[in-house]
């Protein structure tokens, strides 16, 4: 799926681990916090997980979906399901909100740039390419809240997220434009959208709100 | 669309008729009960009944639809609707609960063994196959719930609902890897989510619930 | 998209921008008064401006999205995103609400006319082109409320709206039935939805509600 081609396809590998599972567990814990049983904090955890890759999937027709390409995937994230409904039955999941911060940022960046260039593939225009590569990164999250009745944090959290992810989407099609090298490009992109979202976790920046003038 | 071919076609039929009406009955009562109007009360009918087979061939990728296949299916929603929405007018329409749940147990071991028999013969894997049959039963359920504005019941309800349609879908794969007749295979996976199921209500059977821990 | 070949394609055009950028109004009028943020914003004008229209698209599975084929739109779209936003924040953005009704009411009625069409290019039985209009029109608005964690004003407002759709829609087939011209044809269902609309404000109609009978 992430066919970064001249990328040491490990390192890839690994990043994806990350993210996805970051996802995941975000999708595991808001369920938890919803007082849901075991089958809406595993829902949560596969759209928090696969949610924005399958609806971008669904959005240019592309079939396999990636997590039945990479069926492994799957299993990967019943697996944590398993593991943490135990470890929270045990009290034992405390997971660093910092730890998350950076897994969640690496996957965001990730993502992303899976987005974009999945687009580029498919030839659509570059603004449709960012779309996509926001909706492969942002969506999972938004499906997440919408299943437990709230508010996507991502639409009113005033902390840019999806505005890291629109800056990393840029920045691939920056790169692309330039003709480098398309390793070089998925790591700019994923260094804009991880690098901007750090920095404004760090710096506490916020997006201002607006209200009917 | 359930083409278990050596069923007799029309006991299938009429299985299905019955599932599909529990269902869209499900949606249309949601609706009356958050006071919508006569428009948010039928599409409340058509989510519950058609949005789970929906949702499993968009993510196939299955055109026709099941419901423009057989578009007799689709009247007969519309039909169930208008019906309804007299009675409720009249205040007549008093349906015990014990037919709903008996006539949605049976909609749900259906829907969750034509799920998975979709994914089969698309080659997926056996893990997105379940997934597949529990979408298509489940997923119309969420859709009504999301539409009220509503915690899906499927995810906090603790009563084994999906659950039971995993048990199904399991059974589903494990008749089909011994070889049955796809009647039997058929058959089993219905008895089994529609079993657990009625059993589940009859002895009050609850999932555990999960706080952050 | 809208090949009503037979029109004057700069009226239609007119009116095609007219309506979008009405609905997509009401999705950034939306998301202000949810005190989002500029990303929650932008994305709630999005979704009511082309989510009707790409959710009719999955169904009949026609791609490229309309909004891929004609990008200017989504060009128009950011602009007007960004133009609000400024006069919003400068308590400068003061939409009569007789304005909006009216380009609101256009764009339903041009909204339900292309998606009937749309479904009866694709061959699809009368009843389902008439759903895919309804889709088109309505659905826009109703994932805009949904992300807004509300319950969709087209269920449960009591004034007519998509009745008027749907009116609409089976004007269009009366039409194409009785074998009118097609640019007559759209006009009729237009003026079908977007006639009745304004009667129905006007003379404030209300639909009856149901509860629980």
């Known amino acids: 799926m992430y066919d970064f081609s001249t990328w040491g396809p490990t390192l890839r590998y690994v990043v994806e681990v990350i993210g996805t599972l970051a996802f995941a567990l975000s999708g595991i814990l808001a369920g938890a916090r919803n007082h849901m049983d075991i089958f809406g904090i595993s829902v949560l955890g596969f759209l928090a997980a696969f949610g924005g890759g399958t609806l971008r999937d669904v959005l240019l027709d592309r079939r396999p979906f990636f997590w039945v390409a990479e069926v492994e995937m799957l299993w990967l ?3 944590l399901c398993v593991l943490a409904l135990v470890l929270l039955r045990l009290g034992r999941l405390h997971v660093g909100d910092k730890a998350i911060q950076w897994a969640d940022a690496l996957g965001l960046g990730l993502f992303v740039a899976s987005g974009v260039q999945a687009a580029l593939v498919a030839q659509l ?12 990164g942002v969506f999972g999250g938004v499906m997440r ?5 709230e508010m996507p944090t991502a639409f009113a959290d005033h902390r840019p997220y999806a505005v890291c992810g629109i800056l990393g ?8 434009w330039l003709g480098w090298a398309g390793w070089l490009v998925a790591l700019f992109s994923i260094a804009s959208t991880t690098g901007s979202r750090l920095l404004a976790l760090k710096f506490d920046w916020r997006l201002p709100d607006w209200r009917n003038g």
Chains 1, 2, 3 share one sequence.
């Open 77 to 79: 994230v019943i697996g």
């Open 125 to 136: 225009p570059v603004v449709v390419a960012v779309m996509m590569g926001v909706v492969t």
């Open 145 to 149: 809240d919408i299943a437990c009745n």
């Open 169 to 176: 989407g840029w920045a691939y099609i920056l790169g692309d």
